[in-house]
């Protein structure tokens, strides 16, 4: 996919991080990363896309990298495992503050036909249905990595990151046979020879960095290898039902999770998950990042009124959990 990266270039200059809603070239903020932000930028050649900007590399080296990463990501996921992803592309450049800054690009998909959205407008059966696909498509990777150990690769199931192909919020409707596309492709985390390919200290850099010890030693590793474990990977998925408000749709979900990998996805061998197990994980999750973002927000505040630097990161505002 082709981008004018003039123009992402023109944003950049008017962009103030501290509020992206008033840039020079309006703009529209999709969705928060942890480490990204996610823009629809108003223009004609642009109002179709999703531009994801990531401000976190520090040397040409680390983008080239990042680059191929994230290319090998999209391919093995499209070509090798044959799930579906929207049409992609990638842009970086310095800055004129000095700032390297990344774009990863896709197509804008319908916000309605997004995971966390659609769960709002199907019928319990439909969530359902919705969560079995997801299910399917996940199994894909699970039985991509236990071919290939040594080029294992991670994914993050969460419902906010998948959309359903076509999908009509005024008649939402599912079948066994709709098609998801799976979009949150910004963290390609990859095995070569067995061993990660995404340099974790990425992830650290929009950490505040009094912090950085903390983190490292507290989670970065539970938090890079959850992503390979099917059965973690399952457990977060139904977790992101608290999360999103739906809590009363947990205990089905683990039953039809149960459901699925005793018959369809047996051969992955998981062991029954249960709804406590969920309940106890979600808790910790949710402590985990309402943290991590009280403490971004700290040296935000840091920054502006002590250090007097510029601070580069986009930050949420309230999320309810
Ligand atoms: N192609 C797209 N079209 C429309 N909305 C998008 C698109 N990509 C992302 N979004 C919106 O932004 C949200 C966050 O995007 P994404 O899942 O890629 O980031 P993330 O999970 O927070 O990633 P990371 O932690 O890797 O930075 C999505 O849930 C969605 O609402
Ligand atoms: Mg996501």
Request: glycine content about 6%; hydrophobic content about 40%; aromatic content about 12%.
């Amino acid at each position: 996919m082709q981008v004018d990266i003039e123009l992402l270039k023109e944003f950049e200059r008017g962009l103030d991080p501290a509020h992206p809603e008033t840039s020079r070239i309006p703009a529209r903020v999709l969705g928060y990363g942890e480490i990204s932000t996610i823009f629809e930028i108003q223009t004609e050649s642009t109002k179709n896309l999703a531009c994801k900007r990531m401000p976190i590399f520090k040397t040409k080296e680390e983008i080239a990298q990042y680059e191929i990463l994230y290319t090998d990501y999209n391919e093995l996921l499209s070509k090798e495992l044959g799930i579906n992803i929207p049409e992609w592309g990638f842009a970086s450049f310095i800055s004129e503050a000095g700032n390297i800054i990344a774009f990863d690009i896709q197509r804008k998909l319908n916000s309605e036909s997004i995971g966390n959205r659609a769960i709002h407008t199907l019928n319990t059966e439909g969530v359902r249905t919705l969560f079995m696909l997801v299910l399917r498509e996940l199994t894909r990777v699970w039985e991509f990595n236990l071919a290939n150990p040594d080029r294992a690769l991670g994914i993050d199931g969460q419902i906010s990151n998948w959309a359903i192909d076509g999908f009509d919020a005024s008649r939402p409707q599912l079948s066994a046979g709709s098609r998801l596309l799976y979009f949150d492709t910004s963290t390609p985390l990859m095995k070569k020879n067995g061993l990660e390919r995404l340099d974790p200290e990425l992830f650290l850099r929009s950490a505040p960095s009094f912090l950085v010890w903390l983190i490292r030693w507290l989670f970065l590793e539970g938090v890079m290898t959850r992503y390979y474990d099917a059965r973690l990977v399952t457990i977060d998925l139904i977790a992101n039902f608290y999360k999103e408000q739906r809590p009363e749709l947990v205990p089905g979900l683990v039953q039809a999770a149960n459901e699925f990998y005793a018959a369809e996805g047996a051969s992955l061998g998981i062991k029954p998950i249960t709804e406590k197990e969920v309940k106890a994980y979600y808790k910790e999750d949710a402590m985990i990042w309402v943290l991590f973002l009280a403490f971004r927000r700290f040296d935000r505040w840091l920054h502006r009124y002590i250090l007097r630097k510029p601070y580069i990161y986009i930050l949420p505002g309230y999320i309810k959990r």
